[in-house]
């Protein structure tokens, strides 16, 4: 399936092609390009060069893969049975700069996914984020310490076929993919006036 972003500008074509679809082939995932995906998170910039990404990867129903799909909310579970891996992104929480809690620890983790997700679609594979999973059943099963919070689990594999998905979930999956337009989000002189480059286009 195509979702390719309509988009009114140009852009590279790992990003116009990449979404977030829910229905993945029940088909492994290469070693070498799975540390691709990784090899991608970790050359990713982070405030003071803290690299505060950690990841732990499940796959293939192993003890991992089940422990990170036990802690996703019933809505993801229901979706997630095929994907080959599941990866649980978590952020370390303290700055070494004074060992208090880093202002950029989200923000870097997210950033360090958004290469991984782009480096999928270079790998011809898809990934797709979730916030819906329990953070305090993952520290639990996976040790994770208090100076560590878990963000995001991600599944990644090959695409599937919307067919194969739920009535519910298939109307998702071929629902039109919609963004704020550039007058809503960039902005020049105060916040909310939107640049004049746009608005003269
Ligand atoms: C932080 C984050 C949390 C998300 N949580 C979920 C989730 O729990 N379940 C889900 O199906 N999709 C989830 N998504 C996927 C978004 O719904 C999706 O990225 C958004 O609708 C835009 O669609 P696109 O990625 O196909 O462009 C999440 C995405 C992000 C970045």
Request: aromatic content about 10%.
């Amino acid at each position: 399936m195509n979702k390719q972003a309509n988009t009114v500008f140009p852009i590279n074509e790992l990003a116009k092609n990449r979404w977030s679809p829910r229905a993945f082939l029940d088909k492994a995932v290469e070693t070498d390009k799975l540390i691709s995906l990784f090899e991608a998170a970790r050359w990713s910039a982070s405030g003071g060069n803290e690299q505060p990404w950690r990841f732990i990867v499940g796959q293939n129903h192993d003890e991992t893969w089940q422990n990170i799909f036990s802690t996703l909310a019933e809505g993801n579970r229901e979706w997630n049975e095929h994907v080959p891996v599941l990866i649980l992104a978590v952020g370390y929480k303290i700055s070494s700069w004074d060992g208090g809690i880093s202002g950029y620890f989200q923000y870097d983790t997210g950033q360090a996914v958004a290469h991984m997700t782009i480096e999928a679609m270079n790998q011809g594979l898809y990934v797709h984020q979730m916030g819906g999973f329990s953070p305090e059943k993952a520290c639990e099963l996976f040790d994770i310490p208090d100076t560590c919070q878990p963000l995001t689990v991600i599944a990644a594999g090959y695409i599937g076929d919307a067919l194969t998905l739920t009535e519910k979930l298939k109307q998702r999956e071929l629902q039109e993919r919609t963004r704020k337009t550039l007058s809503e989000i960039v902005f020049s002189g105060k916040f909310g006036e939107t640049a004049p480059f746009i608005n003269n286009i």
